[in-house]
């Protein structure tokens, strides 16, 4: 119960941050994607289903302040939260690196997944801009995440699990 | 319960929610309990961060003013002296197209009830172009309502709930206008391109179109109001595999430096904007 108030607390700041100051400080095109680094970040210190359910709800109220649709950064929070679990699980990536390279693939996910809805639903173009766009993002969150996740494992000592473990 | 098969539960359980959410929400204005709940919460800090932020800009931009602040105020006197010679010959052309749209039984843009609203947030991710303002159904604000300042248009309301609502910009690939050229009178449809601005889509071929011409909305699409300045067109290009023209055009509107904007309070373009509207005036 702790930590999904935790997980709800801290998703609640990074979107905070992320509508109001992150857009002052860089373009909001590549603005560092905090709520994904959160996700990363409880896919390796928070048990599944008190993960999966905080990573949910985190999604959805992104969706709440973002022009997607009401769902969609759910699932993908929650897809990238299983992925990050699961590939723990199986390589141990909680080093910096890992843990870097965990945010860089989410937001290329992500972001992919953002540009191919659009694409269904009408004329995008997919030219170097768009490759470029990803590129950008992927790698600012990345930087970004080195930086905030010693700040959440401070805020939150007691989170440590070894996956697999409730 | 082994805990494998709980987690993969748990797992389905949300994806199927998550999906069941995306459709539900496709194709129907957003703005549920969900919504409401958030923008409630999130309006004050919004707000807030936003006065700090507009003090810190205008702190900054006084000082950096006074630099040059005795030639700027000789210069802006002199366009001050000129720009009410030509207030009062536009206040006479003003009432003269007045009179005359009366007459012809046509309803200007400018007459459109509308309402002022402050930007208070960007998107929330970056991925789409969207910003915050602080009015929503509480004030009047509905989906689908057109946003704009007075060097054209912004784009349009797609989540309103409470006292805050979210505006689509033009230049995201999800907004689709309906324009006209203004010199010209071809018609396109606009929408958001990744790196260029606007395209402007479907012109047809033996349209006499170049680089410089202003596109105004047609409204046409039922959604925005005619007349509404959109953008310059920087080129043109065949499109749509040679069947058509396409036009890159640059927004007359700079999105970053919005702070108030307008939002028009009539969700059906054109001409129409509502019996009881209609009646009230």
């Known amino acids: 119960m702790t930590n999904v108030a935790f997980l709800m607390i801290v998703s609640a700041v990074a979107i905070g941050l992320q509508i109001t100051t992150m857009g002052f400080l860089i373009s909001p095109a590549y603005k560092p994607d905090l709520v994904l680094i959160v996700v990363v970040w409880a896919s390796l210190r928070v048990s599944f289903p008190v993960g999966m359910i905080g990573v949910f709800i985190a999604g959805l109220f992104t969706d709440v302040f973002s022009g997607s649709p009401t769902g969609f950064f759910a699932l993908i929070y929650s897809f990238i939260f299983v992925v990050g679990a699961y590939v723990h699980a199986a390589v141990r990536i909680d080093v910096p690196e890992g843990r870097a390279a965990m945010v860089l693939v989410g937001v290329w996910a992500a972001g992919s997944a953002a540009l191919l809805m659009r694409w269904m639903i009408g004329p995008v173009e997919f030219g170097w801009s768009a490759v470029a766009w990803i590129v950008l993002k992927s790698l600012i969150t990345a930087l970004a995440s080195l930086a905030v996740f010693p700040v959440l494992d401070w805020l939150n000592p007691a989170s440590a699990r070894i996956m697999g473990e409730d | ?281």
């Open chain 2, 1 to 281: 319960m082994p805990r494998s098969v709980r987690d993969i539960a748990i797992a389905l359980f949300l994806l199927a929610i998550g999906l069941v959410t995306i459709f539900a929400s496709l194709g129907r204005p957003a703005g549920g309990p969900l919504s409401r709940f958030a923008y409630t919460v999130a309006r004050p800090f919004q707000e807030a961060v936003f006065a700090v932020q507009s003090s810190a800009k205008g702190f900054w931009q006084s000082y950096v003013a006074l630099i040059h602040v005795q030639e700027q105020n000789r210069r802006l006197k002199e366009e001050l002296r000129q720009l009410r010679q030509e207030r009062s010959v536009l206040l006479n052309k003003a009432g003269e197209n007045r009179r005359l749209k009366k007459l012809l039984n046509l309803k200007s843009t400018d007459e459109f009830p509308s309402l002022v609203a402050q930007v208070i947030g960007d998107d929330a991710v970056g991925w789409y172009r969207t910003f915050l303002v602080n009015r929503g159904s509480d004030d009047g604000v509905l989906t689908n309502m057109s946003v704009t300042v007075a060097e054209g248009l912004v784009g349009r309301v797609v989540k309103s709930s409470g006292s805050m609502s979210q505006v689509l910009l033009i230049t995201d690939p999800d907004l689709s206008v309906d324009c006209r050229v203004a010199r010209t009178r071809d018609r396109g449809v606009l929408t958001g391109s990744l790196d260029k601005g606007c395209t402007l889509r479907y012109i047809k071929l033996k349209s006499r179109i170049r680089a410089g011409d202003e596109v105004i909305t047609s409204g046409l699409d039922g959604i925005f109001p005619r007349g509404l300045t959109v953008g310059t067109v920087k080129s043109v290009h065949r499109g749509g595999q040679g069947l058509f023209l396409e036009a890159v055009v640059i927004p007359a509107v700079d999105f970053s430096e919005v702070e108030e904007v307008l939002v028009v309070l009539g969700v059906r373009g054109g001409f129409d904007i509502g019996s009881e509207l209609e009646r009230e005036r």
